[in-house]
């Protein structure tokens, strides 16, 4: 039997990773803060862990063999996060890959790299909100995707259709506002797609939306179809916006507007 060696961090490496990740756990739904007063006043509480993206040892979690020792020692290969979600990313290795680890742990350097020439307020909400808050930005996405009246023709034929299917979307869109803090943001983002809907209501208030029918001979009718023609668009290009910074591809004719997005293509006024 071969004794088992460990390639474990030194203090001045764990020291740094702490650092990096300004103490806060580096998980996107954790960001647990791993540092604080310690009761005696001479010292500081450490509660994080400095975890191995590749194990310190064979039969580690996501070892590598691959790996030197220096490079299984070194910084790049270490994860600052709190206790609780170090032991759930080794026991649960499969779910946590070293490539997900690698990005998590990018992402987290990042977006404190950014917050720290921050005000403290707004870093609080940055980190609150978590940047990297891909789930969030999805369910956004998901409330668009769901409604015919941002794509099919058959809808927009039916002004009440549209205008009962953008009530509800405002209440939808309000509910999934108190989930986040007022000014974050994807809070910013939640507050422009609504006003964005408000600006249709506005530009069509006027008309019967009960009555009015497809009618390419009637002035009513043109000025809702325009009204329409822009929200579609504006909505569009928001969410190919939102889904581009996270990473997230939309779906029919959403990615037309991610397409236009990545080309270059600029948002109309709304
Ligand atoms: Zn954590």
Redesign the pocket.
Known sequence: MTTKTRDDFTESTRRALAIRAAHH?S?PR???LTAGPHSDSAKGLQTGHAAHICAASPGGPRYDKDQTPAQRRAAANGIW??R??GVIVDTDPAAYTVLQLRQMKADHEAMIGEIRTEGWSSSIELLRSGRADPAFAQRIIALFEDRSVFWAAFDAEFPDRVRRSLDGLRRDLTALRGKRVAGSPLDQVLVALGRTIRHFFGAVTRFDMDTLRCDGNDPEWLAFESALRTLRKAIGFQLATLGSSYGIPLQGEFAEYQAALAKGEKSPAA
């Open positions: 756990c998980n954790c960001l647990k996060m709190c609780e979600c």
